[in-house]
């Protein structure tokens, strides 16, 4: 494996070529990004395109060269609107414009939909915010993911509620999409393995926002603790009728529920939520810091939600992949996506398993005080 840095992989790839003694034709390479850039979950779609448009962007100012050629990276954006019926008819103009790869669908759901599109079209694919753990076990040969999977924040809720809260019983709600259903499902199966009871599976929808029936029903059965699985525009509203019924279960969500927004939308409701993040706390990823100072100062500090580290990095493991091959054609490049060893911003030691997911993820805990979320701890899969 070759491990190369978020800028040192460019300067190496330019340095090899600017050499040549005639200068042919540039070469286009096109990108395609989708997500749901519209409707509740906008903010975290946008978010996750301006990741990718950032990444682009610096390819773009490298002058980079194969084969002599300049290089000209082009991205396609589309909004499928976290919908899989338009996440496939958007995968099929991706493909139908011979787009290199593609960084998402930003939706479980909408990955789900596309990932043997992709797979039967030889074009790689790379999620960097879908989690459903079903997606790296479709046989998928084109699939990769740089971000964890909801097996391993699963393990990692059971693991906290057992070993620092001491719960024995539990209770589900989720949002019945594919992230939701997903998340909750391994949850359950990761609970019951540590001797916890599920003593309520509870399903509402991803545009609910009320859940006064649900909670009542669960305010009986006493939980100790709830999981919810769904994302931010629900958990906002749950967490605030928790508080208004007056449960006294402890509420944990995954990084679909954790965005940004969640305190500004939940209030003071939103110091019951501890949060299981895949990943690491934006200030302690190797270049966080860095990297959010400019993404602030092109697209203004109230944009950042979640993913956009992990669509830049998505974008740049793709860039390598080419870079390394000498050729934007996917059949030429995807063996050096199977061997990547990448450095980026969300993390050193980027690697993939065979079957495309993200080796050793990163989950973090976290709860909230004062409206801020606060990391308490950051543990590898599977301790």
Not at 13 to 27: E, M
Not at 104 to 129: E, K, N, Q
Not at 264 to 276: F, K, L, T
Request: glycine share 10%; hydrophobic share 45%; charged share 20%.
């Amino acid at each position: 494996m070759t491990r190369t840095t978020p800028w040192k992989f460019l300067a190496i790839a330019a340095a090899s070529t600017f050499a040549a003694p005639a200068k042919a034709a540039a070469l286009t390479v096109v990108l395609g990004t989708s997500a749901a850039a519209t409707g509740p979950r906008g903010p975290v779609g946008q978010d996750f395109n301006n990741g990718v448009i950032l990444a682009v962007e610096d390819l773009n100012r490298q002058h980079l060269r194969i084969g002599g050629r300049d290089v000209v990276w082009k991205l396609i954006v589309e909004d499928d609107q976290g919908d899989p019926r338009q996440a496939a008819v958007v995968a099929q103009k991706f493909i139908d414009s011979k787009v290199a790869g593609v960084i998402g669908p930003d939706t479980s759901g909408a990955s789900y939909a596309t990932v043997r599109l992709f797979d039967a079209a030889g074009v790689p694919m790379i999620a960097a915010a879908s989690t459903d753990t079903r997606l790296a076990h479709m046989g998928s040969k084109t699939f990769f993911r740089v971000i964890g999977d909801d097996a391993g924040v699963a393990a990692a809720m059971a693991n906290y509620l057992e070993s620092d809260l001491h719960v024995h019983t539990v209770a589900t709600i989720d949002d019945r999409t594919a992230y939701g259903q997903g998340l909750a499902d391994a949850f359950a199966r990761a609970a019951k393995a540590r001797g916890m009871r599920v003593v309520g599976r509870e399903y509402t929808n991803d545009k609910a926002t009320d859940f006064s029936a649900i909670l009542t029903r669960l305010r009986g059965l006493q939980p100790e603790a709830i999981v919810y699985g769904g994302t931010f525009a629900q958990a906002a509203p749950l967490l605030r009728q928790v508080e208004r019924l007056g449960l006294t279960s402890v509420v944990l969500g995954g990084d679909g529920a954790c965005v940004q927004g969640l305190a500004r939308m939940a209030g003071p409701a939103v110091r019951r939520m501890v949060c299981v993040d895949s990943g690491l706390p934006l200030e302690r990823m190797p270049s966080g810091a860095d990297w959010k100072r400019r993404y602030d100062s092109r697209f203004g500090a109230e944009a950042f939600q979640a993913y956009s580290p992990y669509a830049y990095d998505a974008t740049m493991v793709l860039a390598q992949a080419i870079l390394r091959a000498g050729s934007s054609d996917p059949a030429k490049f995807l063996p050096m996506l199977r061997s990547t060893d990448y450095s980026g911003i969300s993390r050193e030691h980027l690697r993939f398993l065979p079957n495309g997911n993200l080796a050793h993820p990163d989950v973090t805990i976290s709860i909230y005080r004062e409206g801020v979320k606060v990391p308490l701890r950051v543990q590898a899969e599977g301790s």
